[in-house]
């Protein structure tokens, strides 16, 4: 294995899916020596959402990274603040601003985007139409992978959908996109809209909104990107406060 890197990098699932669905990304990055952790988020609501992804935080002892692929980046948003965290990956991603929720929005699509299939609410959570699943969410999966996924989905709570977010971290931390050219979920135009919108480092793959189980070398690209931009402005802001520090010469230090 790689030497171990500084930067902890934590995922985040977004709705009708679990943590398992990052395996083939996690596989990557620990090969490449990052040390990962994978939020169960259980999408009940956003505030329980962002309580499980700040218990991760919480645990580390180095600066994390957070990616969040679709919904998970309405968690990353808010979780964002988290003092651990340096850096925002969105894959295929929601990254909403101050007052906005994934209901919100979604809630007008423009003429001819696709809609995606959520049938009406059961109990409070919300499934898509397994007859559909494969077509909207997960096209390029293989048939037998993607029938699976429709059959385990996990239940996405309405509460969830209609969480807003009180402070983007994206206005304070650096932030990366990913937008999935083919996805029928989140609209490519809307995905490029709220990357520009948040200042983030732009890719572009061909890919259905599953993209993170269809295509995990191109997104683990991407997060080593995010990792590799974080640590060298870490550096520089370190060689830039030595600099400060000789200029004074002995005896004092800049800062306080």
Known sequence: MARSKPVHVVLVHGGFV????????????????????????????????????????????????????????????EAGNHPNVVGLVYIAAFAPSEGESVDALIKDPPPGAPVPPILAPRDGRLFL??????????????????????????????????????KAAWRTKPSWYLVSTEDRMIP???????????????VEERGSHAIYVSQPGAVARLIA???????????GH??????????????????S
Not at 145 to 165: C, H, K, N, Y
Not at 188 to 202: D, I, V
Not at 239 to 255: C, F, I, K
């Open 18 to 77: 679990d943590g398992s669905g990052w395996q083939g990304v996690y596989r990557i990055l620990t090969r490449d020596g990052y040390s990962v952790s994978i939020v169960q988020n259980p999408t009940t609501s956003l505030a329980d959402d962002v309580a499980a992804a700040k218990l991760i935080l919480d645990a580390q002892d180095s600066s994390s990274i957070l990616v969040g692929h679709s919904y998970g980046g309405v968690v990353i948003t």
């Open 129 to 166: 139409e397994k007859e559909k699943f494969h077509a909207s969410f997960a096209a390029d999966v293989d048939e037998e992978e993607a029938a699976f996924m429709a059959d385990s989905q996990v239940p996405w709570g309405v509460d969830a959908l209609r969480g807003t977010i009180t």
């Open 188 to 202: 490519p135009p809307a995905q490029r809209s709220m990357a520009k919108r948040a200042g983030a480092s732009t």
């Open 225 to 235: 990107e995010a990792a590799s931009g974080v640590e060298r402005a870490s550096a």
């Open 238 to 255: 370190e060689t830039s406060r030595t600099l400060r520090d000789d200029d004074l010469g002995p005896g004092h230090h800049a800062g």
